[in-house]
């Protein structure tokens, strides 16, 4: 998903600096541009350690696993910097 994002993102910025239309090489690019996390091992073999972290719903805020297991509910508001917002 992230991937898409910044596809999109490189597409509006280069929208912006070329308004008659992209140059063949950047649009080439951008309909090649990787979109999933399987196509960039492809190309880029490297060794790496994804962590998946939950996100809750109403605050966003991001919780790793904790041996393998995420929280059932958010714990945001127990922090110190959470009573200052
Ligand atoms: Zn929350």
Redesign the pocket.
């Known amino acids: 998903m992230a991937l898409k994002f910044h596809r999109a993102l490189l597409g509006l910025a280069f929208s912006h600096i070329y308004p008659n239309g992209l140059p063949m090489a950047i649009s080439n690019t951008l309909k090649h541009f990787p979109v999933m996390m399987t196509t960039l091992h492809k190309w880029f073999p490297i060794s790496s350690q994804f962590i998946t972290f939950a996100a809750?719903?109403?605050?966003?805020?991001l919780y790793a696993p904790q041996n393998g297991v995420y929280p059932v509910t958010?714990t945001?508001?127990d922090f110190e910097v959470a009573k200052s917002k």
């Open positions: 809750c719903p109403s605050c966003c805020w958010c945001w508001d």
